[in-house]
Every structure is written in C-alpha cells, then in structure tokens.
C-alpha cells in the first residue's frame, strides 16, 4: 500500500499520515482516536485484503498476528485465535465452531445462558422452545428436564431416528412408535401394547404380531417361545413354550426351576430336571388345589372345586390318593369309580413289588378280563362269566358234552392240576370247608326247603373218551326223610359205572340214620364162613382164627364145656326196627350166658354220642352183654361130643362083651 493516510477528526479538515519511507513496510498505524479511513479526500470504497491462512491470517491485531480474519474460500469467512480455525461461515450462511464451545449470554460455561459446546452437548440454563409450541406444533424442553411434544396432526410422527438417510424408529403423536430394520417394522407400541414383528411385516397391526405385551400386563406370542439354547430331543439347556401350551425344560444341572423367597432365603419351590419336585412349605391356590406339610405326615395335596368346598381329590405324602368322584382313563367321562378306556388293543394294569415280576390284570375284546403274573396269564373271567384258571378257553365237553362249568381249572404239570383248601383256625374243631348247598325258589338269593330224596350236592368223576368227558363215578348227597325247621335228614349215595354202561348206577347207600346198604353184598355169594366183627363202636373187623394171631394157647378144660349145658334155650319175637315183628327166633339170652360164661357174649364197652357238630364221641361205659358169639359155643360142643363120643365107645365096649359072654 502507498499513499497517504488521512483521518477525519471532524466535519472539515483533516490529519494524515504519511507511510514509512520503507516501502516494504506496509503498516499504518492509527490514532486511538479513531476516525475514518480515507483516500484523497473521499472515504475510501473498499479494502482489499490476502485470502490469508488459519496461521497467517488477512486480518490481524498488533501484537497477535495469528490472531484476526482470513478466507479459507471464495465467499467463505474465517475467525482464527492462536493460528487456530474457531468460526467459519461458508456461502449458504452455514456457521461452524470449531473446536471450541460457543457460550451464549456468558463467556464459559459457569455464566453462560446457553452453551454449545464442542464434544456436542448443550446447556441451556432455561428452557427450549422449538417450533410454535404455543399453537401447539413444537417441543419444549423445561429446565427439570422434561420434554413435552405437541403436533395437531396425530398421524405424523413427534420422534424419528434415521441412519444413513434410512428411518429406523420414529414415535407418532398418538403415543404408537415403530422400530424398522429396512423397510420392515420389527417392533413398536401399539394400542398401549408392546408389539414385536419379527422384522416380517410392513403394518403394525397386532394381529400381525410374533410377540406383544399387552397393556394390562399379560403377553402374546404368536409361536413358540425359545430360551437359551433349547432345542428338541432334550439336547441343550434352555426352556421352550410351545404355541399348544406346553411347555419343555432342558437342564443339565439338577434343578429345571427354582423359586425363592428373598426375605427368608433358600429354596421354596424347585422343579428338578428328573421330574421331581420340591415344595418346602404349604401350597394353596385359594381356588383349585393345596398343599399341607407337617412333621408327622411329610405332606399332602389337595384339590378343590371352589373355595370352601370339599375335598375332590388328594395324594398324601406316603404315595395313597382319595378321589371322591370317578376316576377315568383314557376316558374323559367316567361312568363309575374307575372307568378305564384302551383305544387300541387291551386294556393291561400293570402291578409290581420292589422285588418281583410284573402283574396285573388284562381286560381283553369280548368281554374277558385276564388276570397275568410276571406277563404270564394265569386266571380269566370270560364273557359268560365263567372263571378260567390254567387255560384261556372254557371246556363245554363235560357230561357228554352238554355242560361246560362255571368254574375250571386245567393243567398240565405237576402241581397246577391240584387244588386245596387249609384251614389254620385255632380252635380244634373248624377245619377246611367245602359247601355244596340247595335251595328251590329259582331265584338267586332265595331261600326254600328241599324235600325228601332232593339232592343237595354230587361230586362227579369223568374220563375223556377221545371227544367227550363221560362220568364214570359219582358220590351223591341227598335229603333222606322230612324235612322241616331245623330238621333236613341227610343220605350218602355211591355211583359207579361198568364196563360198556353209559351212565352210573347205585352201589352203597349210607342212609340218615347210620344204616349202611350195600346190595351187591348180597347178591355177591360165596360159600366161605362169616369172617366180620362188628363192636361196640360200629367198627367193622375180620374174623380171624391163625395161630398168628393168638398166645398163650391151652387146651379147653372140661368143665368150661360142661357149664355150657347151663345154658337155657329159647324162642322169642324181635323188636329189632329193620326184623319183621310178626316172625319167630331161636337163640340164647345175652344177659344169661354171660353169668355161664362172659367170653361166649359180645360186650358193650363204649357208649356212642354226637356233639353239637355232629361229631362222634366215644366214652367208657360199663360191659353190658349184648350179643351171643354162637361161633364160641363150636369149641365147647366139640368138647362135649369127643367126651361123649368116647363114654359112647367105652359103653359100646362093655355091651359087646356083655353080649359076648
């Protein structure tokens, strides 16, 4: 620059200054007081200076040359302090800090009304208005922090975030936002729910939702829900709820799920990963089901209609259960007690001891319930309700194949084609029973007499014959006599069967009063001796005579022979029940023989009573003669006719030599 100076100190006249004589030296230096630049006479038009530099700035201040204005472009404007770019303003009016703070009605950040600072944060010491707030299209900002946000459109959005220029959530004046992934809406707040998309839906709808929480606190998930590391076959840890309500825990530790009480500490309610579970005190729904745990009893469930109601089922800590109703299974509607429903197949209850096979009962097609020990059966109850012990099919081949029992056992080995009956009573006299009873009404559970000759019971013995099974013997009881209250008579019949008969006949009668009738006694013969014994007690016995038998062998005195003449014959009438009263006997008295001789009689030594089981009792009683031995009298005969025979010979001797002389 050359010239001169000149500042106007007032209206009229003027005070220059001249340039240094150096001409590199540029610098004017001007009064303090101030005035106007001028050339010649005129202000001058424009001052012209260097675009400059951040460090050389155009503009500067004596003493602080990288301190002042430069252009860092065309119609750009630059303020620099410390050689430092501070302020720029480009050509569209934009205005940037550098790396400093801007401080509004201050100079820092302590006096400052508003504060812009360099790392992005602002202070504003009141609060912030942007837009027309008062008409209701703006924000506000108070100064506790508040932001209040007011549209009069509430479709258009109050909050939206973008990235690279794509929008990733914005927030609605009507209180709904969604959050985007592209150009899906992967969530939002919808109707007062949390609603989550799935990144698969361009409306936010709910129906449209994978997962939601709901404004009255429930949630929704449209699928299954997956935790951790879940996944099927029981194969990681984690947890799934499945949109069908079920639910599916994998833990590789032994609890599944474990529930504590913070206050008191320790586990209060634990689901194991084996199945088990862990309760450590009471439960009660209040409405459906409790719980009780005591010292004494371990601990019981219980299940309840209602409040207040009684107890519709509960399983005790010792594994017993109570149901009040029906049980079903397999059936949604049970008609009894225990109502069981196998869709497929049979209907198999399985039972088993800690130690031992597997048993149980089998209910099978047709109406049969199987009874199986160690999957083996063993009894059965078929359609017909006959029970079936040792086989599976019923036998309808008896008595010539027109009955089939009602109850048969079958086997094949050594003990399972046997059966029996034990009594272990302590008292003496009740041993094992088997009843085979009569009664005439007809009707099951009825009561009327039999009569005379009726049969109460058989035990019948059958062969098979290659087909069928042919009775060949049989032992029969029947009623033998009047019958009345308190009074029914009784007979024993015996049956067999001969060779090439088809039916049985009568061999042996035992009669109601004793009497034991054998006809085939009679009508089978033989010229042998009476060789049977009949005492006292009604013991039947052979007849002996072999030496083997006897000791202390003599020979028959005289005199017992001779005493024999004492005895007195007579003729008498029976009154024996069975002797025709009308006819007439020969014989001894019992009574008379025995004062002659007592070994010639047949004594009465027991007397024969029944208890009140009808039981024999046998008591000592004293001898009493009742019958003559008439087989005795033969040895005393035999004495008496040889002592005859040879006074007969001895006599004949004498008259010979009489007659001789």
Not at 15 to 40: H, R, Y
Request: charged share 15%; net charge negative; aromatic share 8%.
């Amino acid at each position: 620059m050359s010239g001169t100076l000149r500042l106007r100190g007032s209206t009229s006249g003027y005070s220059e200054l001249q340039a240094p004589a150096v001409a590199a030296d540029q610098t004017f230096i001007l009064p303090t007081a101030g005035g106007t630049l001028l050339t010649t006479d005129s202000p001058i038009s424009k001052l012209t200076l260097e675009l400059g530099s951040a460090s050389q700035p155009s503009l500067t201040f004596e003493g602080d040359t990288d301190t002042g204005l430069y252009s860092s472009g065309t119609n750009t404007l630059n303020l620099v302090t410390g050689g430092n770019n501070r302020l720029n303003i480009d050509s569209a009016g934009n205005v940037g800090i550098g790396s400093g703070n801007l401080f509004i009605g201050g100079t820092d950040a302590a006096t400052a009304d508003i504060a812009l600072n360099a790392d992005g944060t602002a202070t504003f010491v009141g609060r912030v208005r942007v837009g027309d707030y008062d008409n209701n299209n703006g924000a506000n900002i108070n100064v506790k922090g508040a932001i209040t946000l007011k549209k009069t459109d509430s479709t258009d959005a109050q909050i939206v975030g973008q990235l690279s220029g794509t929008e990733t959530f914005k927030v609605l004046s009507n209180g709904s936002a969604e959050f985007k992934d592209g150009s899906s809406i992967f969530a939002g707040v919808n109707g007062g729910s949390a609603v989550f998309y799935g990144g698969d839906s361009n409306t936010t709808s709910q129906s449209n939702s994978k997962f939601r929480i709901n404004s009255n606190g429930s949630a929704t998930f449209a699928s299954d829900l997956t935790i951790n590391s879940y996944s099927s076959g029981g194969v990681g840890n984690g947890l799934k709820l499945f949109s069908a309500g079920k639910i599916n825990i994998n833990a590789s530790g032994t609890k599944a799920i474990d529930i504590y009480d913070s206050g008191v500490g320790g586990s209060k309610i634990t689901l194991n990963a084996d199945g088990s579970a862990t309760f450590a005190d009471i439960v009660d729904s209040s409405k459906f089901f409790r719980s009780t745990r005591t010292a004494s009893s371990g601990g019981e469930l219980f299940f309840q209609g209602k409040v207040g109601s009684d107890t519709n089922c509960s399983i005790a800590a010792n594994g017993s259960a109570y149901f009040s109703g029906n049980v079903g299974i397999g059936r949604t509607s049970p008609g009894e007690k225990l109502d069981i429903l196998s869709t497929s197949g049979n209907c198999l209850i399985k039972m088993q001891a800690p130690v031992g096979s597997v048993s149980g009962f089998n209910a099978i097609g047709s109406n049969e319930l199987a009874f199986q020990t160690g999957f083996s059966e063993k009894m059965r109850i078929d359609s017909s309700g006959r029970l079936l012990v040792g086989t599976s099919g019923a036998r309808a081949n008896f008595f010539h194949s027109i009955v089939s029992p009602h109850i048969q056992q079958e086997g094949n080995g050594d003990f399972d084609r046997q059966a029996s009956i034990t009594s272990s009573s302590s008292t003496s006299h009740f041993g094992a029973s088997f009843i085979l009873a009569h009664q005439k009404s007809g009707t099951i559970g009825g009561n009327t007499a039999c009569a005379n000759q009726d049969v109460s019971g058989l035990l019948s013995f059958q062969a098979n014959d290659g087909t069928h099974f042919l009775e060949h013997a049989r032992i029969q009881a029947f009623v033998d006599g009047n019958s009345g209250a308190n009074d029914m008579p009784g007979g024993l019949q015996f049956y067999t069967a001969t060779d090439g008969a088809q039916s049985v006949t009568e061999r042996m009668l035992l009669r109601a009063n004793g009497l034991l009738q054998v006809p085939s006694v009679y009508t089978s013969t033989t010229s042998s001796a009476a060789n049977v014994s009949v005492n006292s007690t009604g013991f039947l016995q052979r007849s002996t005579s072999s030496a083997k038998y006897k000791t202390n062998i003599e020979t028959l005195e005289n005199s017992y022979s001779d005493a024999l003449l004492n005895c007195r014959p007579v003729w008498y009438q029976s009154t024996c029940e069975t002797d025709n009263s009308d006819w007439g006997w020969w014989g001894f008295i019992a009574e008379e023989v025995a004062k002659i001789d007592p070994r010639l009689v047949q004594w009465k030594t027991t007397e024969i009573s029944h208890d009140e089981d009808g039981r024999i009792i046998e008591a000592p009683c004293d001898p009493e003669p009742e019958g003559v031995q008439y087989d005795r009298f033969v040895p005393h005969l035999l004495n008496l006719i040889k002592r005859q025979q040879t006074a007969i010979e001895t006599l004949e001797a004498k008259v010979a030599a009489l007659e001789a002389n």
